[in-house]
């Protein structure tokens, strides 16, 4: 089965700085995405990035960016230049490319603090 | 557009009651449909998915149901809550893996 571990419960950003949010995964397929999604407080689940496994290239979006490191299976958030509107709760997640539906094994999440 | 729909916002329910919340997608056709709880501080459950017209597949065994009466429909059922039901639930649909608002359920 697959697993999906964010080892930090929390972490601290100061304002206009670059925080970075560890996430590993345990899969024996060799296809599949991976997400990271951002839940403010009004609990919404927002996708931040996505990433094809298949993929070599990192995917960007804006300040977030993520370091895929296949073989290692580790997905890495980075967050540049942090502004107060990050902070949130920030889930990691799976989901394999086969089978009939989509389902999304996700972390324990990380809860990032944007401190002035 | 592709929107998603979920309600109520906040539910608050005594235990043994019933329980009945909706989900519904526009802007497409025969979507992969979604059930997640997430129990406070935690992440995010699976409970069912389904997809299409009355599939529904349950990922893990509990005090709920789950319906899929018309295409675009999603229900998420219980004939009588527990304390344990209470939790946060979001529909999901994946295409562009997108979620509902999500349900606050209180069962006191």
């Known amino acids: 089965a697959q697993t999906v571990t964010q080892s930090q419960p929390e972490m601290s950003v100061q304002e206009a700085e670059t925080v970075t949010l560890s996430c590993t995964y345990d899969?024996?397929?060799?296809?599949?995405?991976l997400f990271w999604y951002k839940q403010p407080p009004s609990r919404q689940m927002i996708l931040v990035i996505r990433?094809?496994?298949?993929?070599?290239q990192n995917a960007t979006e804006n300040r977030f960016s993520v370091n895929f490191q296949k073989a290692a299976k580790s997905f890495s958030l980075k967050i540049s230049d942090s502004q107060l509107g990050d902070a949130a709760m920030y889930f990691c997640?799976?989901?394999?490319?086969?089978?009939?539906?989509?389902?999304?094994?996700f972390g324990t999440g990380t809860r990032l603090q944007v401190t002035l | 557009s592709q929107t998603i729909h979920q309600w109520p916002a906040t539910l608050v329910q005594p235990v043994g009651s019933p329980l009945s919340l909706e989900c519904t997608v526009e802007?497409?056709?025969?979507?992969?449909l979604y059930w997640y709880r997430q129990a406070a501080g935690r992440g995010l459950q699976l409970l069912f998915y389904?997809?299409?017209?009355?599939?529904i597949s349950s990922e893990v065994p509990q005090n709920l149901s789950a319906s899929r009466p018309q295409d675009r429909q999603f229900i998420l059922s219980s004939k009588k809550l527990l304390l344990s039901d209470s939790g946060f639930y979001l529909c999901?649909?994946?295409?562009?893996?997108?979620f509902g608002s999500g349900t606050r359920l209180t069962v006191v």
């Open positions: 802007g497409t056709s025969n979507p992969n």
């Open positions: 990433q094809e496994a298949y993929k070599q």
């Open positions: 997640a799976y989901r394999p490319i086969t089978g009939t539906a989509s389902k999304l094994t």
């Open positions: 999901a649909w994946d295409q562009g893996y997108t």
């Open positions: 389904s997809v299409g017209i009355g599939q």
């Open positions: 899969t024996s397929e060799s296809d599949y995405y």
